[in-house]
Structure formats: C-alpha cells, structure tokens
C-alpha cells in the first residue's frame, strides 16, 4: 500500500484505483462523526483520505489504468489544480484488488479501520456488490466505477456510481435495435455478474417490446470462444446482443466471424476501448455500436477537454473509462465542499440530485436510487486496423437514457 497527498499525485498518474470492497467491517471504526467534531475537522486543514481500490492487475487492468488517470485529471480540474478541498489536501491510498472480491474487501476493511470516509473505485461487478454492503455496515461513502452491474444501483444509502450501467447500454443499444417485436434476440457475454447484468437489462428492456431474449454466456475464464459462437448461430437469432469484457474480445469477435453470426443477423455491442477498434477488421461495418464514450464524444465540453489534456500530459492515452475516474473526482470534491469531510450523511445528501456538467456532458445523481444519469451515444467505425475511428451517430440525452427507478434498500 502506498500513500500519498493529492498535490503530489497531480504530478504523475495515481497507480492503483480500484473498487473499495468490504467485508463486515468492525462497527466501532465506522461511526459517524458528531457535528461538534466535523465543525473542527473544517478548520483545521487535516486531510480528506480517499480509498482507490481497482484493477490495477487481473484481466480488467487496462480499464482500472483508465480509471485512475480520468480520477487524476479530474481531481485537478474539481480543485482548480490546488488538490486540496474546502482547504483540505485530499490524500489518496491506492490498493490492487486484482479483480478479486476477497481482495478488495481487505482492502477495503484495512483502509477503513484507518479512518477513511470516502471509498472510490470498483472495476469488476462482483468486486462492486461486495463492497457496497460494507459501506452499508460502516457508514462509508463508495462511489463504484467502471462496475456496469445494475444490481449496484440502489443497493444502499451510502452507495453512489461514477459510470453508467447495463440498463443504459441496452437503452442505447435499443436505438439501434429497431423492430424489437416478435424477434428473437440472444444475448452473449460471459457468465459473471457483468453478463448476468446485461442479460436482465435487455430482457428488461426488449421483452417488453415483444422480442424473446435467450443467453449464451461462456466462462470468464475461456480462450476458445468458437463452441460459444456455434452456439449463437444455432439459434437463428435476428439480432445478437454482445456484452464482453477483458482481453478475449479479440478472439471473439474472430470466432464470431469466423462462424459466420455476423452474417446472419444485425449484431450490436459496445464500443470498448480504443485498443479494440482494430480487432474488428472488416466486420467493422456489420456491427452497430453502442458507446458509454470515446474521445471527443462529448463535443469538446469544458470538462472533456480538461480530462483529455490531464489524461495525455501524465503519459496516459485517453480512452473508454476515463470519465468514470474524472466524474468520481468531481462527485468525492462535491461531496466535501458542500457536505463535510467527516460527515458521511452530509456527504449523501450533498450528492443526491446534484447536477453537474461532466466529461459526457450534463449529468445529475438521481435522489432516489443514486443512478447516475448521463448521456449515451451510438457510433460507428470508420477504416480499419490500425486506421479504425470512431464516428459519432447519436447522442442520447440523459433523460433518454435513464433507468428504471428503484427504491433504495434499508
């Protein structure tokens, strides 16, 4: 474990960001504190600490990498440069939970066991929905990142999210799914929390527009992917809904093809990262992408630009996940300035239905579950190799894109 103060992290990328897991967490560490004790805390200049625990090693590392270096800019930009809040330096600790849970539950125990509030990261779903819990126990703030599962949405009081979630890719994805209605559709992903999350959201969302919706997940862990892509093709589907993450998308996408799916039917997925974009090859044309973001999607917005300069002048090459680590930035600064550095449930309240303008454009935290509403786009891919662009279609605003309200638990 390493730590260091924010001013000192501005000056080259923070090295480990990652969802704060838990795990039943002492009680005693967790407690709030008193407003007499807060109102001493303001003034007295001690350290906001904030816990990163992310991927910053296992088969989600590239995502985690982008992660911390959109949190870097954006901790920047939300202090205007002075990494210090409410006059405050921010401290960050970052922790490699490596994509696993248990991992990031120590980690997370560990860090709030040394008095820390504010916990922020969270690539992997099944990394996310154990820690959230441990917020719950111990009166934490957890602002989860990349982590799409919808099931984080509100889980608990304490727990906001930084990204978008697979309801929103579907919703995105439904503009491009045109004539959903007595369709088959087949949802293929991996069998994780992830992919169990994208196949409830588009039966969610696309049942209730007549189509039937079956699976096809294959294990994590798998590098022959082509029984998974005969598997597809058996069914006959009219449109094949890919939902994938990590390192096999290259092999993939070539047993896809290869298996001729892409051929018999309309194929949507995301569109992951800018090292995937030559993976395609050709097939580029015959699929239609949904997009959480790509550079310059935003239009260039005041906040865009100051995640795409912070991200290239620290070394970093922007990407996918960025805005997830910049808008946790603005969200932890937000949090202190208008609620407390020590006051969990100032921290909450500061948050709900704060709206503000992201990397993606407006964006505002939903009161009643914490979803994080946030515009969406649809793209397509222009050349190919190492040629491949991305080229803007659609955006949709974040009323466009907003998921289905719950009721947050407890």
Not at 208 to 234: E, M, N, R, W
Not at 340 to 355: F, I, N, Y
Not at 374 to 393: S, V, W
């Amino acid at each position: 474990m390493r730590m260091r103060t924010a001013h000192v992290v501005s000056s080259r990328p923070l090295q480990a960001l990652s969802l704060l897991t838990a795990g039943a967490l002492l009680t005693g560490c967790a407690a709030a504190g008193t407003a007499g004790s807060d109102k001493a805390a303001a003034g007295d200049g001690s350290p906001v600490k904030v816990g990163l625990v992310y991927s910053r090693s296992g088969p989600l590392a590239a995502y985690g990498k982008q992660y911390l270096d959109g949190f870097t800019a954006g901790l920047a930009y939300a202090t205007k440069g002075t990494n210090k809040v409410a006059g405050h330096p921010v401290e960050v600790t970052e922790q490699d939970d490596a994509g696993d849970p248990a991992k990031a539950v120590a980690a997370a125990k560990d860090l709030a066991g040394k008095g820390y509030k504010i916990l922020a990261g969270s690539t992997d779903s099944g990394v996310a929905l154990q820690v959230a819990p441990l917020a719950a126990q111990n009166h934490l703030l957890f602002i989860s990142g990349a982590a799409a599962t919808d099931a984080l949405t509100g889980i608990n009081k304490y727990t906001f999210r930084s990204g978008r979630q697979s309801y929103q890719d579907v919703l995105a994805a439904g503009t491009l799914l045109l004539g959903a209605k007595d369709k088959k559709v087949t949802v293929l992903s991996q069998n994780s929390a992830f992919g169990q999350a994208n196949v409830a959201a588009v039966k969610s969302a696309l049942e209730g527009q007549g189509a039937v919706v079956t699976s096809v997940l294959a294990p994590p862990s798998a590098t022959d992917l082509t029984p998974f892509a005969q598997q597809v093709k058996a069914g006959s589907p009219d449109l094949v809904y890919v939902a994938w993450a990590g390192a096999s998308a290259p092999a993939l996408w070539t047993a896809l093809d290869q298996q001729g799916v892409l051929d018999a039917g309309k194929v949507v997925t995301g569109l992951a990262g800018t090292a995937s974009y030559p993976i395609f090859g050709p097939a580029a044309a015959k699929i239609s992408f949904l997009a959480h973001y790509f550079p310059g999607a935003a239009g260039g917005n005041e906040a865009e630009k100051a995640m795409l300069d912070g991200v290239a002048k620290a070394g970093g090459t922007p990407d996918l996940f960025n805005p997830d680590g910049f808008t946790a930035a603005q969200m932890i600064v937000h949090a202190v300035e208008a609620g407390s550095p020590t006051d969990t449930a100032a921290m909450v309240k500061a948050l709900e239905d704060w709206r503000f303008a992201g990397p993606k454009g407006d964006e505002q935290v939903r009161a009643e579950d914490h979803a994080l509403l946030q515009p969406m786009f649809t793209a397509r891919l222009n050349g190919q190799g190492p040629d491949a662009k991305p080229e803007l279609l659609h955006v949709l605003p974040m009323s466009a894109a907003a998921p289905t309200v719950k009721t947050i638990a407890g």
